[in-house]
């Protein structure tokens, strides 16, 4: 890959850590300045570069070395400082979820277009290694109609729910797990199976006695006529993990990534075995490997002219997705 994608990075929390990592293994770009509100954390992640670090996001949009501006940001503010990003005329990554409102999103897409300038959004879903062989085995016909699905994000922020002051436990700042972690599942069923066809109902719990939720189920219709149930949840005290499960009469595919090997195609009540699929055991990493994967490819995307596999399109269409559920969410008492 020739060429340097010279990049800024506003918020450095531990997600920016793995987008560096991505840069880093790119061999393309180049780490030219950091911004965090706390400009120490800015400071001693800009040192080993000899990059610029500021406090204030605007002065590193003003900042005429950057081109690329990658916001790592709490939700309310990928919209503010992603639009603002592309008016000054840089390429912008912004983190998932790309907005909290759709129409927000098909503005940055907008706006980015009418600029000349490439704008994606991290949805890390697209570059998980399990997903691209499931969707090869969905492809082949294997499987024939499917007719059921059942998703699982799960994993623990109680930690981080403990902070009173972390944006994650305000609904009007986070977006509550349905956003945060519903993007995720929605960006995957319109990249399989042509997206949500409706929302049944929605269920929400609020376990921890914040007002954004943490965990949430959804049952639902998808564009095949399939149904689905999905469950989301901020309060498994389990190494972060997403379950897939896709039955068709001809046979069932399998992902978990705390399984080993996480996953697995079978056909049929005799086929104890079933067929591996192509995928590492990594229950530590698989995450991490897909965001590297999806920051190599923005790189890749910006040097060779092309668009990257993550279309933000589909990214905002998995927001128009959550504004559904929200319209239907049914608080569940504590238990
Ligand atoms: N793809 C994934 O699986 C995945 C996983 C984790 C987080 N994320 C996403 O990454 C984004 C960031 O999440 P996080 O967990 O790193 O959050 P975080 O709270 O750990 O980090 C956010 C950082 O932004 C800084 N910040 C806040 N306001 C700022 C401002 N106005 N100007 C400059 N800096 C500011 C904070 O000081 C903090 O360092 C979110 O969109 C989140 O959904 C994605």
Not at 291 to 302: L, P, R, S, T, Y
């Amino acid at each position: 890959m020739e060429g340097n994608v010279r990049v800024g990075l506003i918020g450095l929390g531990e997600i920016s850590l793995i987008h560096e990592a991505g840069y880093q293994e790119s061999g393309a770009a180049q780490l030219v300045a950091f911004c965090d509100v706390d400009i120490e954390r800015a400071r001693e992640r800009a040192e080993p570069y000899g990059a610029k670090y500021y406090d204030d996001y605007e002065k590193l949009l003003e900042d005429e070395e950057v081109e690329t501006v990658d916001i790592m940001l709490p939700h309310y503010l990928h919209y503010k400082v992603a639009k603002e990003a592309l008016l000054a005329g840089k390429h912008v990554v912004v983190e998932k979820p790309v907005t909290m409102k759709y129409q927000e999103a098909m503005d940055l897409i907008r706006t980015a277009k009418s600029m000349g300038l490439r704008f994606f959004v991290a949805e890390n879903t697209r570059y998980v290694k399990a997903y691209q062989e499931i969707l090869q085995v969905l492809r082949s016909g294997e499987l024939g109609n499917v007719y059921y699905v059942r998703t699982l994000i799960a994993g623990s922020e109680v930690a981080r729910y403990s902070d009173t002051g972390s944006w994650i436990r305000q609904k009007s700042r986070s977006g509550g797990i349905v956003l945060d972690a519903g993007v995720h599942t929605f960006y995957l069923f319109r990249w399989f199976f042509g997206g949500i066809k409706e929302i049944k109902d929605a269920f929400s719990w609020h376990l921890l006695g914040a007002d954004a939720e943490d965990n949430a189920v959804i049952i639902g219709e998808l564009s095949n006529g399939a149904f689905f149930v999905s469950q989301f949840s901020d309060t498994s005290e389990l190494p972060w993990t997403e379950r897939l499960e896709v039955y068709s009469r001809n046979g069932v595919l399998l992902v978990d990534q705390l399984v080993n090997p996480p996953a697995k195609v079978y056909h049929g009540t005799m086929d104890e075995e079933g067929r591996v699929l192509g995928v590492e055991y990594d229950p530590v990493g698989w995450k991490a490997r897909s965001i590297i994967e999806e920051i190599k490819d923005f790189v890749g995307a910006i040097v060779e002219k092309r668009d990257s596999l993550a279309d933000p399109e589909d990214a905002a269409y998995a927001v128009k997705d959550v504004e559904e559920v929200q319209s239907k969410l049914s608080v569940r008492e504590h238990i």
